[in-house]
């Protein structure tokens, strides 16, 4: 494929959280007091940059 490699990696959107286990927060079964008004929350930049930084490192040959 025109010298290029290809690499398959699982990323898990998930930080620190069993997967395999029912979480509440996943099913609408937790009550939150509101602090947010409804409107999205963006994660820390900072984080979004070091998964970018690590599925970079993990492609490379």
């Known amino acids: 494929m025109l010298g290029r490699h290809i690499t398959a ?11 395999s ?3 509440g927060t996943w099913n609408g079964r937790v ?13 820390i930049p900072h984080f979004t940059y070091v998964i970018q930084d690590w599925v970079k490192h993990v492609s490379l040959p």
């Open 31 to 43: 009550y939150r007091p509101g602090n947010f008004l409804s409107k999205t929350v963006q994660i």
């Open 21 to 23: 286990v029912p979480h």
């Open 9 to 19: 990696i699982k990323v898990k959107p998930y930080l620190n959280i069993d997967a």
